[in-house]
């Protein structure tokens, strides 16, 4: 059984810095893409950015030069840094991974989700 799990989030003030990582476990044969969506209350959800397993980065033109998606296949994990964040960066942020579990078909394959609060 393949399951992704996330932690980092929190209460920041605006102007901080937040990382989130999400690990994936079970039996995996492989990972292709890996990334963050992040859903606030009322609106969609939305891609933050995503990380191809060799290294091509798709960011969201809010976040771009303020979060940094890195990955280590080692781990199989993903990181989302978060810096310079804003109010409306405030979200549950979920982590998604494109991944082949041994012996079966490639799926998505989603985080429980956690929560970023920017206030001060």
């Known amino acids: 059984q393949v399951q992704l799990v996330e932690s980092g989030g929190g209460l920041v003030q605006p102007g901080g810095s937040l990382r989130l990582s999400c690990a994936a476990s079970?039996?995996?044969?492989?990972?292709?893409?890996m990334g963050w969506y992040r859903q606030a209350p009322g609106k969609q959800r939305e891609l933050v950015a995503a990380?191809?397993?060799?290294?091509?980065?798709n960011v969201a033109d809010s976040v771009k030069g303020r979060f940094t998606i890195s990955r280590d296949n080692a781990k199989n994990t993903v990181y989302l840094q978060m810096n310079s964040l804003k109010p409306e960066d405030a979200a549950v942020y979920y982590c998604y991974a494109d991944i082949t579990p041994t012996g079966w078909g490639s799926r998505d394959y989603w985080g429980q989700g956690t929560l970023v609060t920017v206030s001060s």
């Open positions: 079970g039996s995996i044969f492989s990972i292709r893409a």
């Open positions: 990380i191809t397993r060799g290294g091509i980065i």
